[in-house]
């Protein structure tokens, strides 16, 4: 069974701080995705970054950037220069182009301090 | 954009009620999904459809049904609401699987069953 987890319920940062958030799955599948999805307190999730399982290279996407681990089945979100409005809760997901389902971990607080 | 819509942002429903969560997505998406958000339980699936009329359990359907009678609109019912079932749920939407897509998500139904 797939399973995603992610160690850290809370983490704050100071602003204009980095920020770096966990997350290790489990799956015997070889090719899958990988997310991270925001979710700011007015609760819409939006999608934060993805990484293919099949690249070796880690995606980027302006100020969040991924450290992904394959062997290590390690997947983890680095937020640079944080900012106020990156305060949410950070979810990271899985899914197979097999699978018909997003496995969701528990979720990281993400708290932004001035 | 991709808009996924929720009916109703927060909702007070009796115990015994039949209730109706609505979700209408414009981007003709094969896939919709219902979830539900609990704190420290991330986001665990009730219910998805791949196609109109079909669906398939997730990890928590007990106590919940789901219809899809148009590709765009994806309703999940809950029978005889119950005090347990008060929680956020959110419903999403992607392009099918076997390409790596996102899933796009509602705005959230806050549900309180008094």
């Known amino acids: 069974a797939q399973t995603v987890t992610q160690s850290q319920p809370e983490m704050s940062v100071q602003e204009a701080e980095t920020v770096t958030l966990s997350c290790t799955y489990d799956?015997?599948?070889?090719?899958?995705?990988l997310f991270w999805y925001k979710q700011p307190p007015s609760r819409q999730m939006i999608l934060v970054i993805r990484q293919e399982a099949y690249k070796q290279q880690n995606a980027t996407e302006n100020r969040f950037s991924v450290n992904f681990q394959k062997a290590a089945k390690s997947f983890s979100l680095k937020i640079s220069d944080s900012q106020l409005g990156d305060a949410a809760m950070y979810f990271c997901a899985y899914n197979t182009n097999t699978g018909n389902q997003f496995y969701f971990g528990t979720g990281t607080s993400l708290t932004v301090i001035p | 954009d991709v808009k996924v819509t929720q009916s109703s942002r927060y909702l007070v429903k009796r115990t015994g009620e039949k209730v109706f969560l609505e979700c209408v997505q414009d981007?003709?998406?094969?896939?919709m999904f219902w979830y539900r958000q609990d704190p420290g339980l991330g986001l665990r699936l009730i219910y998805f459809?791949?196609?109109?009329?079909?669906?398939e359990k997730g990890d928590i359907p007990e106590g919940y049904s789901v219809s899809r009678e148009k590709k765009e609109r994806f309703s999940l019912i809950l029978e005889s609401a119950s005090t347990n079932q008060t929680s956020m749920y959110l419903c999403?939407?992607?392009?099918?699987?076997?390409?790596?897509?996102?899933?796009?998500f509602g705005q959230g139904t806050r549900l309180t069953v008094v």
């Open positions: 981007m003709d998406h094969e896939n």
């Open positions: 999403a939407s992607s392009l099918f699987w076997g390409v790596n897509t996102e899933a796009f």
């Open positions: 459809s791949y196609d109109v009329k079909m669906k």
């Open positions: 799956t015997s599948e070889s090719d899958y995705y």
